[in-house]
């Protein structure tokens, strides 16, 4: 198991960025697939982007590309999710979730989960 804890969260106007982060620990980093996921309010639980081990390749939802960009440090054991261009629809507490596979990651399931963090877009 690897313990995840998000922050960064908090209220923004909309145009404006936020950038998230997930600290890891417990185990090596690096041999952990990482995504973030949001949950707004009445919806279902969405993934947003995911990047692999080494950060080589990565992953966004349509709605957030060329807005969000996704980056890891591994030697700090820390993802991030970079929001730029935030709208009121982006609302939402974000997640971030690691396994080591992708294959997790992708169906939104991974083993590890952190707490969330809100993040609120004001119009």
């Known amino acids: 198991q690897v313990q995840l804890v998000e922050s960064g969260g908090g209220l923004v106007q909309a145009g404006g960025s936020l950038r998230l982060s997930c600290a890891a620990s417990g185990r090596t980093f690096s041999n952990y697939v990482m995504g973030w996921f949001r949950q707004a309010p009445g919806k279902e639980r969405e993934s947003v982007a995911a990047?692999?081990?080494?950060?080589?390749?990565?992953y966004y939802v349509d709605s957030v590309k060329g807005r969000f960009t996704i980056s890891r440090d591994n030697a700090k054991n820390t993802v991030y999710l970079q929001m730029n261009s935030l709208r009121p629809v982006n609302t939402a507490v974000y997640y971030c979730g690691a396994d080591h596979t992708p294959i997790t990651i992708a169906r939104m399931s991974p083993t590890n989960w952190g707490q969330g963090t809100q993040v609120t877009v004001s119009s």
């Open positions: 990047i692999s081990w080494s950060g080589d390749y990565t």
